[in-house]
């Protein structure tokens, strides 16, 4: 399934405030959440990657890596599912714990390391076939980047999923 990963901003200027939210992800949605927000790891392991993914850590779809995907819940509701990598040689190198986060938030590791590099932010519309369920039903905005360090590449996908719009809508701007 071929896949358009793009830098241009989308033309909604409500997508486009989370699509390209320069900060940690993690930390917006715990303030939107008054703090309700917790990280739910779906599946974790060495597990294949999309030819996408590989051309965008430069390495062949082979290459062992870690993925983790996650549900970023606010007030217990899944609001993005994440798809975060890294090859086993990179975390090998680097001692990065991705393979041991569990419920900790990505965010707040790579924010301990100042020396993390948050590549160009691209976007794309997430096919749906490679959502969880029950939202493999169709598709949703995404964005990714890259957090590079030395050697090693954090590809990091984040998919806003409907429930966020959802509550975005319900919660009006306090005057
Ligand atoms: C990179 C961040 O970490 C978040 C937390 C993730 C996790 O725990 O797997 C994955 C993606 C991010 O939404 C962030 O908060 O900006």
């Given at each position: 399934?071929?896949?358009?990963?793009?830098?241009d901003?989308?033309?909604?200027?409500?997508?486009?405030?989370?699509?390209?939210?320069?900060?940690?992800?993690?930390?917006?949605?715990?303030?939107?959440?008054?703090?309700?927000?917790?990280?739910?790891?779906?599946?974790?392991?060495?597990?294949?990657?999309?030819?996408?993914?590989?051309?965008?850590?430069?390495?062949?779809?082979d290459?062992?890596?870690w993925?983790?995907?996650?549900?970023?819940r606010g007030?217990?509701?899944?609001?993005v599912?994440a798809?975060?990598?890294?090859?086993?040689?990179?975390l090998?190198?680097?001692?990065?714990?991705?393979d041991?986060?569990g419920?900790?938030?990505?965010?707040e590791?790579?924010?301990?390391?100042?020396?993390?590099?948050?590549?160009?932010?691209?976007i794309?519309?997430?096919?749906?076939?490679?959502?969880?369920?029950?939202?493999?039903q169709?598709n949703?905005?995404?964005?990714?980047?890259?957090?590079?360090?030395?050697?090693?590449?954090?590809?990091?996908?984040?998919?806003?999923?409907?429930?966020?719009?959802a509550?975005?809508k319900?919660?009006?701007p306090?005057?």
């Open positions: 399934m071929a896949i358009h990963w793009s830098q901003p989308h033309p909604h200027p409500l997508l486009n405030d989370w699509l390209f939210e320069p900060g940690s992800l993690t930390a917006r949605l715990k303030q939107l959440s008054q703090q309700q927000f917790a990280v739910e790891p779906l599946a974790e392991g060495w597990l294949d990657i999309r030819d996408d993914e590989a051309q965008a850590l430069a390495v062949t779809p290459t062992p890596t993925v983790r995907e996650v549900f970023l007030h217990g509701t899944p609001w599912f798809r975060s990598l890294a090859t086993k040689a990179s090998e190198s680097s001692g990065f714990p991705l041991q986060l419920t900790r938030p990505l965010g590791v790579l924010s301990l390391h100042e020396a993390f590099v948050r590549g160009q932010m691209q794309c519309s997430y096919p749906a076939a490679w959502l969880p369920e029950p939202f493999n169709h949703a905005w995404a964005r990714r980047s890259c957090f590079s360090k030395d050697s090693l590449q954090v590809l990091v996908c984040e998919v806003f999923l409907p429930p966020l719009w509550f975005q319900q919660t009006v306090k005057a």
